[in-house]
T-cell receptor, first 112, second 115 residues
């Protein structure tokens, strides 16, 4: 399966600490996207990183992509209680640009 | 808010019934994808429509079907409902074309319970 898989499955940290989540996938991709989901609601898009990019930033978020290792990481700096959510990476299906695969997510709990 | 809306919010059906879920895409978006998300799992790709034509399908049986209308709103139809169809159904719209990937914007989802 090409499905992206996040690691760890669950992460609990204190407010102010940094949180790092990883995503691994199996076949070549065109891009990888990170999403956040609060309590079974809709997914919120965080960052899209294309296969020819290595790093992207958005506010307190930093995403890296290593295509040689088929992996990506999402770093949230100075976490807040409001960051508590599930985080998913989604990879596209190579030649099929618009078919996306999600992993099972990382559940992040930020304690105040 | 993403500008993508879904209706209804919640739905309860019994096994064997049929259901239609609706999605209104973000203005100007020509592509819509549907996903099924079981409890505790990531979303699973059902299918995608681009300019009213199906453009890719995941590993779902034919009783899952869809439509995209000229105004780019869409429907997901599920026939002969099974207990395992209980899930959160998400639609996502984007500007992506046949050979291009763009950010997907998700709606809040429809929670379907099959009894």
């Amino acid at each position: 399966s090409q499905q992206g898989e996040e690691d760890p499955q669950a992460l609990s940290i204190q407010e102010g600490e940094n949180a790092t989540m990883n995503c691994s996938y199996k076949t070549s991709i065109n891009n990888l996207q990170w999403y956040r989901q609060n309590s079974g609601r809709g997914l919120v898009h965080l960052i899209l990183i294309r296969s020819n990019e290595r790093e992207k930033h958005s506010g307190r978020l930093r995403v890296t992509l290593d295509t040689s290792k088929k992996s990506s990481s999402l770093l949230i700096t100075a976490s807040r209680a409001a960051d508590t959510a599930s985080y998913f990476c989604a990879t596209d299906a190579g030649l099929n640009f618009n078919k996306f695969y999600f992993g099972s997510g990382t559940k992040l709990n930020v304690k105040p | 808010e993403t500008g993508v809306t879904q209706s209804p919010t919640h739905l309860i059906k019994t096994r064997g019934q049929q259901v239609t879920l609706r999605c209104s895409s973000q203005s100007g978006h020509n592509t819509v994808s549907w996903y099924q998300q079981a409890l505790g799992q990531g979303p699973q790709f059902i299918f995608q429509y681009y300019r009213e034509e199906e453009n890719g399908r995941g590993n779902f049986p034919p009783r899952f079907s869809g439509l995209q209308f000229p105004n780019y709103s869409s429907e997901l139809n599920v026939n002969a409902l099974e207990l395992d169809d209980s899930a959160l159904y998400l639609c996502a719209s984007s500007l992506a074309g046949l050979k291009h990937t763009d950010t997907q914007y998700f709606g809040p989802g429809t929670r379907l319970t099959v009894l």
